[in-house]
């Protein structure tokens, strides 16, 4: 699923977005390069002024397979919100039971590869500035998480490269004169279940809020 909002600004306006239960994916081999279940939900070229926004997503863009996984360059969930500036606007999003890969079967070459990529990418990548009294509200419950488990005639393999189960949940170079929350709760896990893990440059969950200025 691609942008379900595509423009170039948003201003006093309220845009609830809700998705359930949807773009999910279910095989004995699952592929992903540089491409996403859900992408960037809401791409706002240019900025989000005086709105309120509110987007939930539930069980959704969850990956399920029975022998082999493997993800290069890309993501189950990419940015929730990819704009260039947020100004004096309520933001609230919550995540739950989504972004996830988890392991359905008894196959002898069950194997995960996530290479340069992600279970969920940035919540919100603004390019510019967050400021103006904006409070933003994220919460992330039981997402992001890799699950497997031991089968009768294997071992499982995981082999995770430069990669994150969850990325940055701000990204934004300035931030200024805002309030923001952020709850994670049962997320960016990795349930072994007796597997090997072979990792290099990896991060369960990547910095929460990733700025170079802030202020108030």
Do not use: W
Request: charged share 20%.
């Amino acid at each position: 699923m691609d942008e379900l909002i595509d423009c170039l600004s948003i201003a006093d306006s309220s845009v609830k977005i809700k998705i359930s239960s949807s773009v999910s994916t279910s095989a004995n081999t699952i592929s992903i390069t540089e491409g996403e279940l859900l992408d960037e939900t809401m791409d706002v070229k240019n900025h989000i002024r005086n709105s309120k926004i509110d987007a939930t997503i539930t069980n959704s863009a969850n990956a399920f397979y029975s022998a082999t996984m493997t993800i290069t360059g890309g993501e189950l969930i990419d940015e929730i919100i990819d704009t260039n500036e947020i100004t004096n606007s309520k933001i609230e999003i919550k995540l739950t039971t989504s972004g996830c890969a988890s392991y359905i079967g008894n196959n002898a070459g069950h194997t995960f590869t996530l290479t340069n990529g992600e279970l969920i990418d940035e919540i919100i990548d603004c390019s510019n500035n967050i400021s103006d009294n904006n409070p933003i509200s994220i919460t992330v419950e039981n997402s992001a998480n890799l699950i497997t488990q031991n089968s009768s005639n294997h071992v499982p393999v995981l082999n995770i490269t430069n990669s994150q189960l969850l990325d940055e949940l701000v990204d934004c170079p300035n931030i200024n004169n805002n309030s923001i929350t952020v709850e994670i709760s049962s997320s960016g896990n990795i349930a072994l279940a007796n597997s090997i893990l072979n990792s290099s440059n990896m991060n369960l969950i990547e910095r929460i809020i990733d700025t170079e200025n802030t202020t108030k």
